[in-house]
């Protein structure tokens, strides 16, 4: 039934742009996207789709560049103080998995988030995840923590729920913890066996299917984040990233 009741609202949109209000028209705006072993052949995936159509629908000026060319790019566009053509992106977008690098690049005028970030304000559970990530820290031996994926046959976003955030999490904590993860429509009802629960991006998820598990997580006392969050959390990066959604609410 609950699948059912998503299902109604699948074709639904967000009414909350996913970036167009965040930028000014003819503003650069730099994605940085990794194409590792786990990127799609031949293809972006559908965050970074979203976005730089949504920079073109608020007349920005998209520029997609790999983590290892950004230090170079943003020389090249420069502030014009030194050399540079003045021309410094408005701001930086990047793939969660490298924004620790990207941060190190980044200087502190330039204003830095994630996809992720940006797509769980999207999808109505940015303030939710942002509460709920502390849980990472009070996390115990023997907790089970559910990683949510919302594709449904191919992971889209590669190995970070099933290897990067399990390995960053038990790092962080020191403690023996164990991880399960649920994928497309499957999120389970019951949520009573985790101490909390990690979400992607749910791009492939309207936001009335998002909200319904956050509510679900609410509901039973769960916490409930998502994965830049919960990245930039534990990179120690978390209050920058949401600098600038934040000072537009
Ligand atoms: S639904 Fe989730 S796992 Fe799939 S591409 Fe979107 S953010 Fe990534």
């Not at 304000?121 to 709920?132: E, I, M, S, T």
């Not at 991880?179 to 998820?205: K, Q, W």
């Not at 509901?219 to 409930?224: A, N």
């Not at 534990?234 to 600098?243: A, N, T, V």
Request: charged fraction near 25%; hydrophobic fraction near 40%.
């Amino acid at each position: 039934l609950k699948e059912r009741i998503a299902a109604l609202g699948r074709a639904g949109t967000a009414q909350r742009p996913l970036i167009g209000d965040l930028i000014r028209p003819s503003e650069i705006v730099v994605l940085v996207i990794p194409i590792d072993k786990a990127a799609p052949k031949g293809r972006l995936i559908l965050p970074q789709q979203m976005t730089i159509r949504g920079i073109l629908d608020a007349d920005g000026i998209p520029v997609c560049v790999k983590e290892d060319r950004l230090e170079e790019l943003i020389g090249r566009l420069g502030s014009g103080e030194n050399g540079g053509a003045g021309n410094e992106p408005g701001l930086i977008i990047t793939d969660s998995q490298v924004f620790e690098e990207v941060s190190k690049i980044v200087p502190d005028r330039i204003p830095l988030t994630s996809f992720s970030i940006l797509m769980a304000r999207y999808k109505g559970f940015l303030d939710a995840a942002v509460r709920g990530v502390r849980k990472i820290d009070d996390l115990k031996d023997g907790d089970i923590v559910l990683i949510s994926e919302g594709c449904t046959h191919h992971r889209q976003c590669g190995d970070i729920g099933t290897e990067k955030l399990p390995a960053w999490i038990r790092k962080r904590t020191g403690k023996k913890l164990l991880f399960e993860t649920s994928s497309g429509t499957g999120f389970p009802e019951d949520l009573s066996r985790y101490a909390m629960v990690i979400h992607c991006g749910g791009c492939m998820l309207n936001e009335r299917e998002m909200r319904f598990r956050m509510k679900c997580a609410a509901d039973q006392g769960i916490p409930f984040t998502n994965y830049g969050t919960a990245i930039a959390y534990m990179k120690g990066i978390l209050d920058r990233s949401l600098q600038v959604v934040w000072r537009q609410e």
